[in-house]
């Protein structure tokens, strides 16, 4: 039991006291707190796509250079938005905007935004038609966002 003085306040002692074990309390519950959250929080480094879109812009390439008539292949592969992260708490986040503490349940890959290709051959209105309908094909790509130009 804390004593009091006549006027009803707190001794200086006992104001300390009580100031530093309010203290105390408050950093071992921020402590605990923090503990707890970082047992489930699970750690998910995004992937770097870069290496998956040279990966993508070789495969676009060799395809492209098995069409009789084209030479010289050249591809660029661009995205239309960054990877999506699914949380537990069932919101999702893109590329650099993910809440920190949620657990991640799964990644969708981002998506293909246009495939540009420069080649020799394609001064051929029939090769650049094949080229589109391949890679439309094989990469799930609207031909509209394909473009083949002839290289000079």
């Known amino acids: 039991m804390v004593k009091q003085k006549k006027g009803g306040i707190l001794s200086r002692r006992s104001r300390a006291l009580l100031i530093c074990t309010?203290?105390?309390a408050g950093i071992l519950l921020l402590w605990l707190g923090r503990s707890a959250g970082d047992a489930e929080a699970v750690s998910a480094e995004p992937l770097d796509w870069r290496e998956e879109i040279i990966a993508l812009e070789a495969k676009a390439?060799?395809?492209?250079?098995q069409v009789a008539g084209v030479e010289d292949v050249t591809v660029a592969?661009?995205?239309?938005?960054?990877?999506?992260?699914v949380y537990s708490a069932g919101e999702s986040s893109y590329l650099g905007t993910g809440s920190t503490g949620a657990r991640l349940i799964t990644e969708r890959p981002p998506q293909i935004g246009g495939i540009g290709v420069v080649c020799r051959g394609a001064e051929d209105p029939e090769t650049v038609r094949k080229l589109v309908s391949l890679l439309s094909a094989a990469f799930g790509v609207g031909t509209n966002r394909i473009y083949i130009a002839a290289a000079g």
Do not use: K, M, R
Request: charged share 5%; proline share 0%.
């Open 22 to 24: 309010l203290a105390l």
């Open 61 to 65: 390439a060799a395809l492209c250079s």
């Open 77 to 85: 592969v661009s995205l239309a938005q960054g990877a999506e992260y």
